[in-house]
């Protein structure tokens, strides 16, 4: 059985202590499990620490979250940037890299698309509607299972292996991908053009995603890619 190393997500504990918890909503492991895939949680650490864990795993998961620091791309803070956190963005950031230079299978689902694409050196819109985006519902009201818009490939493999050329998905970001990081490509665009999905050329799976698989059963075969 393979073994997925996942990126924790994080809250604030409530009362006094006020301390962070680091942890995973519960969809993405019900994904995973379905998949046949084991998993284990990579909170943010030391690198020499995580130096000694990746070599051990079969591949890497980067689940949804808050913004990505504009810092780390070179852009100023705009008024409608959400909560960061840099110790976060630092360890992410961190695997990505590790992944696409090894040769990690990995998958980035929403705010881990975002990663990716910073992490091979590029920028994002900071909030789509601010700046232009208004045709298309990327953040939208309505809960699980509902969806906001289509998709469609401009690629083949792998989504081509489990989705038609052209279908819908859910959409919960305000943030989304500018300019492409290095060796990456597109696979899937929005109706207004934003990149929905990306693969960097030449790897064997580092495969990012903008809309939420883990709380669409009929997309969940998309995490078996990760057993390549």
């Given at each position: ?166 279908f819908r998905v859910n959409s919960y970001h305000h943030q989304g991908i500018k300019g492409l990081g290095a060796g990456l490509k597109p696979l899937a665009v929005a109706p207004d053009g934003l990149v929905e999905a990306l ?30």
């Amino acid at each position: 059985m393979r073994l997925i190393g996942i990126a924790t997500q994080h809250r604030l504990t409530e009362g006094p202590m006020g301390k962070r918890f680091w942890g995973l909503l519960e969809p993405y492991l019900e994904a995973l499990a379905s998949q046949g895939l084991a998993y284990v949680l990579l909170p943010p650490q030391d690198p020499e620490a995580l130096e000694r864990i990746l070599p051990h795993l079969d591949g890497l998961l980067l689940p949804g979250g808050g913004d990505v620091d504009p810092d780390r791309y070179g852009e100023e803070p705009q008024p409608r940037l959400g909560e960061i956190l840099p110790e976060r963005d630092e360890h992410e950031i961190y695997l990505a890299r590790y992944a696409a230079e090894k040769g990690l299978p990995t998958l980035g689902i929403c705010r881990g698309i975002q990663v990716m694409n910073v992490a091979l050196g590029e920028s994002l819109y900071q909030d789509l509607e601010a700046q232009g985006f208004t045709e298309v519902q990327h953040y939208q009201k309505s809960p699980p299972p509902a969806l906001a818009h289509r998709v469609s490939l401009v690629a083949e493999d792998p989504l081509s292996r489990i989705f038609p050329p052209s279908f819908r998905v859910n959409s919960y970001h305000h943030q989304g991908i500018k300019g492409l990081g290095a060796g990456l490509k597109p696979l899937a665009v929005a109706p207004d053009g934003l990149v929905e999905a990306l693969a960097l050329e030449g790897h064997p799976l580092f495969l990012g995603v903008q809309w939420h698989p883990e709380l669409l059963r009929g997309h969940w075969p998309l995490f078996g890619l990760l057993k390549v």
